[in-house]
């Protein structure tokens, strides 16, 4: 059985276990119906975070504001969980 056990000490002299078992969930996540854009420290190679736009519009807005201090990598638009267009589906294979 994988059954981590970690020990913390608490005031008073009294030590509590904490258990923690099994594995992280394995589930694909579904992106909501917008336009997405990722950020990330200029330089960075490290995945940053994912931004979500309702119209292309807002989308742009967001670009221009975080262009000139970070790393904006646009990765499109998703419909139904699924993306809209190719070259987010051949990044995430």
């Not at 099994?22 to 490290?46: L, Q």
């Not at 292309?56 to 970070?70: A, G, H, L, P």
């Amino acid at each position: 059985m994988n059954t981590f056990v970690y020990l913390f000490n608490i005031p008073k002299g009294i030590i509590r276990i904490f258990y923690f078992m099994g594995r992280p969930a394995t589930k694909p996540i579904r992106f909501k119906d917008g336009f997405y854009i990722e950020i990330r420290n200029k330089g960075s190679k490290t995945s940053g975070i994912k931004l979500r736009r309702d119209t292309e519009k807002q989308m742009q807005q967001s670009i221009k504001e975080y262009e000139r201090t970070k790393d904006v990598i646009v990765l499109g638009e998703s419909k139904n969980g699924k993306w809209v267009n190719e070259l987010v589906k051949a990044k995430q294979d």
